[in-house]
């Protein structure tokens, strides 16, 4: 599963606009994570994996995307 992170937040002006710094430093990381791990530009990450809306992916989606390497049969 990939999604876009989930936060609440409340307090003062002062509190929440340093919030909102901090969900856009955030999803900068998620993104640089991701780009270092699959190879995907920044619209392909927002389009195949942080969309608005949950993205689940089956093992073969997920090689696909770079999210593994390898699938591994159990059994």
Not at 23 to 51: A, S, V
């Amino acid at each position: 599963m990939s999604h876009q992170f989930s936060w609440g937040s409340w307090g003062k002006e002062h509190e929440l606009f340093a919030a909102v710094k901090e969900f856009d430093l955030t999803t900068r990381r998620m993104i640089k994570h991701y780009k270092k791990c699959t190879g995907l530009t920044d619209k392909e990450i927002r389009k195949y994996l942080l969309p608005p809306q949950d993205i689940w992916l089956d093992c073969k989606e997920a090689k696909k995307l770079g999210i593994c390497d390898r699938i591994q049969e159990l059994y």
